[in-house]
């Protein structure tokens, strides 16, 4: 996702479900782009998280009117780029604060579904729009880039922010956690070595 939202420096991108797993990631690869970040996320936490990753604006999104607050960020201009891991209404929200001309790249459901922006609306502004499956493909190098995540974690340049860990035996709170969009970070699942 994050190549494909071909970040340039100066740009405004707005990442939701910025207190998630990847999205903790995108917040720290946009800032080192040189981007100026915009997370939004639900819960005080998860924001003062994505401000220590170098999210220069954190928006709650169970706030009304919270793409409207992340657009004025901008100057009322807009972001180029929205990076969507939350999906449904919060990723049609978050539509409403891109620039003409920029991209939308929605990955995750965590709200239950992919968001669905209205394509003729984007098409008439030029926005691009790109969903998991745009961008996935038989061609992704899966390894190629799992090394270079590991190579950049390695050399202190990525921080993988670890909220939770359960045991395998607690594989069902963690997948209740995650459901429930309490978890931080990535959720772990622990193996007992005597196993």
Request: hydrophobic share 50%; aromatic share 6%.
């Amino acid at each position: 996702m994050f190549d494909r939202a071909a970040i340039k420096p100066g740009e405004w991108v707005l990442i939701t479900a910025a207190g998630g797993g990847l999205g903790t990631l995108l917040i720290q690869l946009a800032r080192t782009a040189g981007a100026h970040v915009i997370a939004a996320a639900r819960g005080r936490t998860k924001l003062e998280l994505a401000e220590r990753l170098g999210a220069e604006v954190v928006v709650d999104y169970s706030v009304p009117g919270w793409s409207d607050t992340a657009r004025a960020a901008t100057g009322g201009a807009g972001v180029a780029v929205v990076l969507d891991g939350a999906g449904g209404a919060l990723g049609e929200a978050a539509f409403d604060a891109i620039a003409d001309n920029g991209r939308f790249l929605g990955y995750g459901a965590a709200a239950g579904e992919f968001a669905a922006p209205d394509r003729e609306v984007a098409a008439s502004r030029g926005i691009a729009v790109d969903g998991l499956f745009d961008v996935t493909d038989g061609n992704t190098d899966w390894m190629g880039l799992a090394e270079r995540a590991v190579a950049e974690a390695a050399a202190g340049r990525l921080e993988v922010v670890i909220g939770q860990t359960f045991s395998l035996d607690e594989a069902e709170r963690a997948h209740a956690a995650i459901e429930s969009r309490t978890a931080l970070g990535r959720t772990l699942l622990t193996v007992d070595s005597a196993v």
